[in-house]
Each structure stands twice: as C-alpha cells, then as structure tokens.
C-alpha cells in the first residue's frame, strides 16, 4: 500500500515530493555532511487523505475493458463497478501527465495487470485501473491501463487554481451514473 512520508523539518529540504517507489527531495541548499552520510530517515506513517479534500468523480462504466478485467478477476461487471464504488480511494503521487492521480485504495485490493500492449490514444476522462491503483486520463494520451469507464470532470485546466483537481491525499469517491 502506498505511504505517506514525513521527515524531519530542516532548513535545507524545502520540498518532499512521494512517487510509487521514490522519493524526490526539494533541496534550498547542500544537505550538512551527519545528513548526508547518513541519508535522512523516513518514517512511514499510514496512508491517510487530508481532512478537508474530497471529491466526487460521476463515472460511466461503460469501459472497453470491463467486462474482461471482470472476468479475469473471477468476478461480474457488477462486482467489479461495486468494488471501484464501494471504498473512498486517495491520491498517493501524481505524475505521468499534468492532473493524472495514482489513486490508492482505502479498501480491499484488486490486482489487475496492465494491458500487453498499451493504445496509442486514450480518451480524456477514462477512467481505468492497473495493478492496485485507479486513474482518470485528464487528457487524450497514449496509455496502457485497463479501461473500465469514463467521466465527463475536468481533471486539469491550465486557468483554473490550481491547475489540476487532483494532488496527493485528496480523497475520491466514484459515483455510478446510471443509464
């Protein structure tokens, strides 16, 4: 599961920003010579979304994938879209293009594998899953994560502030939109 990480307040780190299995350090000056030997010690603490931020994302489950990510999971399409709907899910990192969120799951985990051959061009507003995590493509861009719906929100507006809808410990809650 996906961790928040903390480290000791110091002058010299002006930034900390968390990826899937990295972690970049805002540096404002060279780190003193007991830190840098030692590294910094991090203190994972439990994935948890900031109090304040929540956002509710209407989807479609009208996905190219569905059905068979179901299937390959053992379970219906109903089970599934239950599963996506059913637990609040919370953005670890984002990264890959502007507005893009790994959402981390709050509840039980799904693994789904990535497609074997990734599209050259996935709608903006997919939203989809690969391996644990969850995704909504903010813009048309190439992409190998399974398809299971779409959604009509805005993840990103280069004149909105902020820009991007999403960043890390927001919270999101999928909301089915029926037919």
Do not use: K
Request: contains cysteine; neutral net charge.
């Amino acid at each position: 599961m996906a961790q928040w990480l903390s480290v000791q307040r110091r002058p010299e780190i002006a930034g900390v920003v968390p990826g899937a299995r990295t972690l970049l350090l805002r540096l404002t000056a060279p780190l003193p010579a007991e830190l840098a030997r030692t590294m910094i010690t991090i203190e994972p603490e439990p994935l948890r979304a900031r109090a304040a931020e929540a956002v509710t994302i209407d989807v479609r489950y009208d996905g190219a994938d569905l059905a068979e990510v179901a299937d390959g999971l053992g379970l219906s399409t109903e089970e599934l879209i239950t599963h996506h709907t059913g637990q609040q899910w919370v953005v670890a990192f984002c990264g890959f293009a502007p507005g893009f969120g790994y959402l981390a799951p709050t509840g039980p985990e799904l693994r789904v594998p990535r497609r074997s051959t990734p599209r050259t061009r996935v709608p903006a507003g997919a939203v989809a899953i690969a391996d644990n995590w969850s995704a909504i493509y903010p813009t048309a861009s190439p992409g190998g994560w399974q398809l299971i719906g779409s959604t009509d929100v805005r993840l990103f507006d280069v004149t909105a502030d902020p820009p991007a809808l999403l960043s890390p410990g927001t919270r999101v809650q999928f909301r089915r939109l029926t037919p």
